[in-house]
């Protein structure tokens, strides 16, 4: 069988204890492209010639590159992923498919502006490249096992999804775009919201909020609430809740287990076991990169797929917008900016520096 060529863009450094600075998710989506025979790490690229070397040393890739472009010109690659930080998908993106590649992997969030995520979803659908993102906990254990217990009629209808992400941005692209996952892929009609924003916080190079409170309606009536703590406290107690008529599921409960649900009328909370699995892994991104190729391979959409990823960073974007309007904000989303990043440059918001390290 001929293999899928594969290339990746941002190496990343791997480092002893990982931060906001450098998490180096390159050497995931190496480890699982390895972990197929359909695939063969044929180029990498990294501005940064050391950190590129060192990648092809782990992954005995043959070709690096230190100008992505030149890679997509010369290596006729199948699957490209993307693994900088989020400034940087849109060009990328909108040069792999520039370039004809059959499959794009970008990591997580889709991009720094609204206008942006749409431009990437037009590209790959006029090239006819299939585009999906990391949103890996689509196959966490604990993820799916609460998706079937809501399936099987465990809590009954849904009514409501509720989420502590720290911010809506950088984690919250995971925790609401699971939304999405368990409300079937539904659009959101509107968001109403309240950020604060005082303490710098760049997150891979992006500014994420301090603190939120953002409502929304999906188009089958779910609503989603979004709300987070000062820091040592948390509203929902958990990151994904799925309220239903007849009882609640929690997902990665503070200081308790991955998940447990309570059917009404109930006092105790049921612990599911879930094999060892936390809401970060492990596992997570080898079973969402072979999902991808299979996919890929098969003609098959994608749930990773940009159209479903655009579900939660409309509601993101939205909800940025919704602080700046001071205002419930209809969708279609019709702003290009990152209202967030905007508000700082024309310092509406104006958060204290951050310090080393980070707030
Ligand atoms: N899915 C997840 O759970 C998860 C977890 C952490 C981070 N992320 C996301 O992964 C992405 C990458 O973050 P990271 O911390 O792994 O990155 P990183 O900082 O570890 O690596 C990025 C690399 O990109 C390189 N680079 C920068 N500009 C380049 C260019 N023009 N051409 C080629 N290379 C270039 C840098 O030199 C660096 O080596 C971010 O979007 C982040 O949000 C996802």
Redesign the pocket.
Known sequence: MTKLRVGI?????KKER?D???????YEHADAYQALDSCEIVAC????EE?ARAFADTYEVEKIF???RAMLDEMRLDVVSI????R??EP?VLDACRAGVRAIHC???IADTWGGVQRMARAAEQAGVQLTF???RRYGTPFVLAKRLLDDGAIGQLVRLESDPGNIY?SGT?YIDLFSFFNGEQRAKWVLAQIDYRQENL??GAHCENQNLVLTEYENGVFGLIMSGTGDSSPVGCVDKLVGADGVIEVGVTNGPALRYRQAGEQAWVTVDTGGESIHGPGF?NRAIADVVTCLLEGRRCQLDVRNALIATEIIFGAYESSRRHGRVDFPLEIDDNPLAAMVEQGILAPAPMTTGGA
């Open positions: 863009i941002g190496t990343g450094k990982r906001r600075f450098g998490f180096a998710m390159a690229a990294d501005l940064v950190n230190l100008d992505y693994c900088t930080w989020p940087l998908h990328m990591e997580k969030p990391n949103h890996q950088d995971h997150v891979f991104i």
